[in-house]
């Protein structure tokens, strides 16, 4: 078994405002953290990877396929791999949450 601590992990600005945290990885799926600024946007993108997540700070806006989706404090979701996708933090507060991805997302173009 592989334990990981978020505090011993570093954030990584993916975009302005948006700070993603790799942390565990298994053989079928990965597990990030995700803390997203007032005012910050994560632009339109899609990955192969099946992403289910869990805001449990805040509010987020998803924007797919020309529909807004709230996904608000204590909410989950998931996104079809493929699926082209964005998201807003339209709050005053920061939207802090995790995302599970499978397969496992372990080299994501925002990593270092």
């Given at each position: 078994m592989d334990s990981t601590a978020l505090s011993d992990r570093g954030a990584t600005e993916a975009v302005d405002g948006v700070f993603l945290t790799q942390?565990?990885?298994?053989?079928?799926?990965?597990?990030?953290?995700?803390?997203?600024?007032?005012?910050?946007?994560?632009?339109?993108h899609s990955h192969r990877h099946e992403q289910a997540g869990f805001v449990y700070a805040s509010a987020l806006t998803f924007l797919v396929d020309g529909e807004e989706?709230?996904?608000?404090?204590?909410?989950?979701?998931?996104?079809?791999?493929?699926?082209?996708?964005?998201?807003?933090?339209?709050?005053?507060?920061?939207?802090?949450?995790i995302d599970v991805f499978s397969p496992p997302r372990t080299d994501p173009d925002w990593q270092d």
């Open positions: 942390l565990a990885a298994g053989e079928r799926m990965s597990i990030q953290h995700f803390h997203i600024e007032p005012g910050a946007t994560v632009p339109e989706f709230v996904i608000e404090e204590n909410d989950s979701y998931s996104v079809p791999g493929g699926e082209p996708h964005a998201a807003e933090n339209r709050t005053d507060n920061p939207v802090r949450g």
